[in-house]
T-cell receptor
């Protein structure tokens, strides 16, 4: 079984400041890791994913996340945030041979960007 | 290409009633997963269907059921509704490999039980 802990439920930040949203996971098997973003009254959109290879993965809108196997972490970072980044962010994992469709999500981090 | 479509977007039901939610996946996707999202419990996996077969199931009571049709469209049904079933129900579609490395979500159906 897997579990995901997002260490901050809310992160307020000013526009153009850097931000880090923290995610730790627990699993007895190898996992794939994801960050999803949810805007109000919307579904989830995939922001980025780690499957294998380079431990640093990037999204098209400036976010990046680094997979750290020894610390079982997959923190999300952005060097300069915009108002439009205000949303809820979910870290998720999937792993194991019979995990069909079963993403395990963290509790979410609400990122609020202030002008 | 069209995304994942969930209908209806909003529903209000009375305790004890039953409800059916629909999900149309992206064309070519054969896997559909369902999730329940609530403020208290977060996002929880309900079940996953692939080629009309349920391959995985979460820890929900038998009142929650689903099915998938030959065109990959899926429905989930909740019988004998309880107040605690009020939630955003999300479905996700993917190609259907064992680890579903890219799932695309619909906008959800907001169910309110009164």
């Amino acid at each position: 079984a897997q579990s995901v802990t997002q260490l901050d439920s809310q992160v307020p930040v000013f526009e153009e400041a850097p931000v880090e949203l923290r995610c730790n996971y627990s699993s007895s098997v190898s996992v794939y890791l994801f960050w999803y973003v949810q805007y109000p009254n919307q579904g989830l959109q995939l922001l980025l994913k780690y499957l294998s290879g380079s431990t640093l993965v990037e999204s098209i809108n400036g976010f990046e996340a680094e997979f750290n196997k020894s610390q079982t972490s997959f923190h999300l970072r952005k060097p300069s945030v915009h108002i439009s980044d205000t949303a809820e962010y979910f870290c998720a994992v999937i792993g194991g041979g019979t995990s069909y469709g079963k993403l395990t999500f963290g509790q979410g981090t609400i990122l609020t960007v202030h002008p | 290409k069209a995304g994942v479509t969930q209908t209806p977007r909003y529903l209000i039901k009375t305790r004890g009633q039953q409800v059916t939610l629909s999900c149309s996946p992206i064309s070519g996707h054969r896997s559909v997963s369902w999730y329940q999202q609530t403020p208290g419990q977060g996002l929880q996996f309900l079940f996953e269907y692939f080629s009309e077969t349920q391959r995985n199931k979460g820890n929900f009571p038998g009142r929650f059921s689903g099915r998938q049709f030959s065109n990959s469209r899926s429905e989930m049904n909740v019988s004998t509704l309880e107040l605690g079933d009020s939630a955003l129900y999300l479905c996700a579609s993917s190609l259907g490999g064992p680890l579903n490395t890219e799932a695309f979500f619909g906008q959800g159906t907001r169910l309110t039980v009164v």
